[in-house]
């Protein structure tokens, strides 16, 4: 999907009844994410706090009886790609169309009765930007699914089953939490979400973690998404690396995952991994990220929203230091915001290109952003896209 002028649920019906000759049985809408804190701690089973953006991925969609499913997107010119459900493997390569063919096939890997579907697909989530627009198009599938199939998934089941399909039949090692921000989130709020138990850390619970009351608004302050349009082509195979390196890691130190590091024992974990220099970096950002996520959810839960601010700026350091996925253009974005005014920045999502977030006073929020674009044009970088995150509802029947 692209970004594209925002689509409405009335034109991706009509799309749908143009495409396949009837109208659909309904419209469902699923957003994509920003993640405000916890990079790269979902696969160690560790803390996140992503939260939905308005930017979502609408799917037009009706049952089939006929063992047949049938997708089109708005953003793919070309007639619809047409599969037979039963004989879906994850061996196939099908390029976008194996995001909702591989939540099908989870669905029916899981036991559950989907004979077949027309879905018809629009979308306003950038691609390739670490806002998550794969987990947009398979929750927005699976929420279709779900309801017209009557099949009584829970929000939280729906995030792991498209998870499962990213990781089984498209072949994306991801973690939890992009689905689960998708299909979990609330407006008004961050979600603080545990990924080992996909429940509440504290009293307060939800469909997936803990619904921390986030409104940047209400003190004075701007939350902003700057979209770098860097695309760097190594990020999957690196991503692949990380996440072995933190595998090694949990194995040296004798535990599940990284998650099982305390942070006041981190000094003697790192000792114990001196002979391993790049695998002690990224243990060292896992386990420092974990309590960075637990000081902001504190800090939130206070009102204090400005005081997170030097917290996502040591994310990003972090991120760039001792995961080392960060590069030239969201380094260049932090530095500039941050000396424009802002009270923090960082990456955010995979890495290496993609988006960072920037948290800024209202008064200085376009200064800021102009100042990255001059930045940006100065270095010869692409203009970057920049606008406001406000944190919206997960997905939804729209129509």
């Not at 994310?315 to 380094?331: I, K, M, Q, T, Y």
Request: glycine share 10%; with cysteine.
């Amino acid at each position: 999907m692209t970004a594209t002028a925002a689509h409405g649920p009335q034109r991706t019906a009509a799309a749908f009844r143009e495409l396949f000759g009837a109208a659909p049985e309904g419209v469902w809408a699923a957003p994509g994410r920003i993640n405000l804190i916890g990079e790269h701690t979902d696969y160690n089973d560790g803390f996140v706090m992503p939260l939905a953006l308005p930017h979502t991925t609408l799917a037009a969609a009706a049952r089939r009886a006929d063992g047949v499913l049938r997708l089109h997107s708005g953003d793919v010119p070309g007639d619809p790609v047409e599969l037979p459900v039963a004989a879906l493997d994850p061996a196939d390569r099908l390029g976008w169309a194996g995001y909702p063919a591989g939540v099908v096939w989870a669905l029916r890997e899981a036991g559950l009765p989907v004979a077949g579907a027309d879905l018809h697909i629009d979308s306003t989530v950038p691609t390739g930007a670490g806002l998550s627009s794969s987990a947009a198009l398979e929750v927005a599938t699976a929420t279709a699914l779900n309801e017209l199939y009557g099949l009584g998934l829970d929000a939280r089941r729906v995030a792991r089953l498209c998870q499962r399909a990213e990781n089984r039949f498209v072949g994306v090692p991801c973690g939890i939490m992009d689905q689960t921000a998708s299909a979990c989130c609330t407006a008004g709020h961050a979600l603080f979400l545990d990924t080992r138990a996909l429940s509440p850390r504290g009293p307060e619970g939800g469909d997936g973690g803990r619904q921390v009351p986030f409104d940047p608004a209400a003190r004075g302050l701007r939350l902003l998404v700057v979209d770098t349009r860097v695309r760097h082509e190594l990020a999957d195979g690196a991503y692949a690396q990380r996440r072995a390196a933190c595998e090694a890691g949990a194995r040296a130190l004798g535990v599940r995952a990284l998650r099982d590091v305390p942070f006041v024992q981190l000094k003697s974990a790192l000792a114990r991994l001196a002979g391993e220099p790049v695998v002690a970096r990224r243990v060292r950002h896992v386990v420092t990220e974990n309590r960075r996520v637990e000081e902001a959810v504190a800090r939130l839960a206070a009102g204090a929203v400005e005081e997170i601010g030097p917290i996502l700026t040591a994310g990003h350091a972090s991120c760039r230091d001792d995961f080392e996925v960060s590069c030239p253009e969201l380094d260049l974005v932090v530095e500039t915001a941050l000396d424009a005014g802002a009270l923090g920045a960082r990456m955010t999502g995979a890495g290496f290109g993609g988006s960072a977030i920037v948290l800024v006073p209202e008064g200085r929020a376009d200064a800021a952003a102009e100042a990255v674009r001059e930045a940006f044009a100065a270095a010869g970088h692409h203009r970057p896209r920049i606008f406001p995150a406000l944190p919206s509802a997960g997905a939804r029947r729209v129509a």
